[in-house]
Antibody, heavy 119, light 108 residues
Framework: EVQLVESGGGLVQPGGSLRLSCAAS????????MNWVRQAPGKGLEWVSY????????YYADSVRGRFTISRDNAKNSLFLQMNSLRAEDTAVYYC????????????WGQGALVTVSS | SYELTQPPSVSVSPGQTASITCSGD??????ACWYQQRPGQSPVLVIY???KRPSGIPERFSGSISGNTATLTISGTQAMDEADYYC???????????FGGGTKLTVL
């Protein structure tokens, strides 16, 4: 069974940093592209970042480029999102999502991790 | 930046057919997919590559595309289908995944 479990969320002050993790199981993690998607309270889905299966190709949404860094450890079946210079508008539930490739869709999502940026 | 436009809300009576649209420039040249998100839950893929249904998704869910508008159709809508629905497509020009704003489906 495919499982994606996010962790590392919490309360952080504006300007602070946080690192999210996504533990993958039930599939060959190194064969899949991965993404982070966020959802602000009461709002819609917003794509945040993409990383290819090898980790070589990376893309970011304009709203986070230069502040967030996506990475992965295929040996540990893990995906990460390092978030720096956090702002109130970064407050959201962050989901990791599996991408089967070919720019088609996300076929599995984690349960999400809540990040709250507030003083 | 690329945008996908959905109606904010759609209402349907139980047993009737609900249609949710998603419009975007040159959407017909891309693949659209659809997610269902029930309150407090993670999104679930219900349609991919315009009109394909993942295993486990009921047959009452179908997708189509005409010109630059993709449509999610739910036939014989049930109370359990009440949820938010999002369309998504890949914009190769900006190298961004794009979501529509979401449509709240109310079954009443």
């Amino acid at each position: 069974e495919v499982q994606l479990v996010e962790s590392g969320g919490g309360l952080v002050q504006p300007g602070g940093s946080l690192r999210l993790s996504c533990a993958a199981s039930g599939f060959m993690f190194s064969n899949y592209d991965m993404n982070w998607v966020r959802q602000a309270p009461g709002k819609g889905l917003e794509w945040v970042s993409y990383i290819s299966s090898s980790g070589i190709t990376i893309y970011y949404a304009d709203s986070v480029r230069g502040r967030f860094t996506i990475s992965r450890d295929n040996a540990k079946n893990s995906l990460f999102l390092q978030m720096n210079s956090l702002r109130a508008e970064d407050t959201a539930v962050y989901y990791c999502a599996r991408d089967p490739g070919g720019w088609l869709h996300f076929d599995y999502w984690g349960q999400g991790a809540l990040v709250t940026v507030s003083s | 930046s690329y945008e996908l436009t959905q109606p904010p809300s759609v209402s349907v009576s139980p047993g009737q057919t609900a249609s949710i649209t998603c419009s975007g420039d040159n959407l017909g040249d891309k693949y659209a997919c659809w997610y269902q998100q029930r309150p407090g839950q993670s999104p679930v893929l219900v349609i991919y590559q315009d009109n394909k249904r993942p295993s486990g998704i009921p047959e009452r869910f179908s997708g189509s595309i005409s010109g630059n508008t993709a449509t999610l159709t739910i036939s014989g809508t049930q109370a359990m289908d009440e949820a938010d629905y999002y369309c998504q497509a890949w914009d190769s020009i900006t190298a961004h995944w794009v979501f529509g704003g979401g449509t709240k489906l109310t079954v009443l």
